[in-house]
């Protein structure tokens, strides 16, 4: 208003209640481009090229001559946030596990397997979903690939998997269940309720998730094959599981299982050899 009219400056000010000093410094700089603005639409294209996927440091990469911590200012100004994984938070919980028992490795990556509920693996895994994380604990027989149990939580406490060891079949006698050394695991009330099903267990080398390989397969078909993102509440997301573990167990095929879903193959080693008949031992 003041730089359109004509008149004593100091009057014009004092109307608009501002100072002369703060009224020659806007005039000065009134003119001159947004070089923030001319910064992030930079900043901007890069990332959008990038499909959301890179942070500060690739864009950086693109733009030697602009300071990082300028990238990373505008950046968050303007809400640029990149796609990136999400580190799996049990494993992180793993990291910081009080010192439990630890058992031997006792199934050896033997999983070549013909008698059906005498080696069980098991293992939790997160699936996210709106915004937010919900954790489930699985076991299944190595033998047929069946899941014989599985318990979905909101949260990582030692009852997800107490929970998930309730829905387990009668086993054979030289039953064993594999796992990682996760804090779940090494818990004495995992151990002595594992020990009062009659079961031994097994546990994998340090950060050695090979040696857990018909576990994570699973987990990977699961979230391959399972619409979970979409889920608008924790009892949907519960619904969807246990139709997919139904599916999974009665109808999906394996070329592994003579193109047989698991308790179809469950059925077929019962049938060819009675249990414990052809048991590779694992101790």
Known sequence: MIRNLRGDVKVLCDLAHVSRSGYYRWLKTADEPDKDHED???????????????GWRSIKMYLPEMNH????????????????????????????????????????????????????????????????????????????????AWHLSRGLEEDLVLQTLTQMPQVHEDALIHSDQGFHYTNPQYIAAVEALGIVQSMSGKGSCIDNAPIESFFGHLKDELDYQSCTSFEELRSRIDEYMRY?????????????????????????????????SVY
């Not at 990149?82 to 031997?104: C, D």
């Not at 006792?106 to 693996?121: E, G, H, I, N």
């Open 69 to 148: 911590k300028k990238i990373q200012r505008l950046m968050r100004k303007y809400g640029l946030i990149a796609n990136v994984r999400r580190r799996n938070p049990y494993k992180a919980i793993m990291k910081k596990r009080l010192e439990h028992r630890i058992f031997p490795n006792k199934l050896q990556r033997m999983f070549d397997q013909s008698a059906p509920y005498t080696v069980f693996c098991t293992d939790i895994t997160y699936i996210p979903f709106q915004s937010v994380f919900a954790y489930l604990s699985v076991v299944k027989d190595i033998a047929s690939g069946e899941v014989v």
């Open 248 to 280: 999974y167990n009665c109808e999906r095929k394996q070329w592994t299982h003579n193109k047989m879903s698991p308790i179809q193959y469950r059925e077929h080693l019962l049938t060819k050899s009675s249990v414990g008949v052809g048991f590779q």
């Open 40 to 54: 992030y639409l930079k900043i901007k294209t890069i990332f959008d090229e990038s499909r959301g996927r890179y």
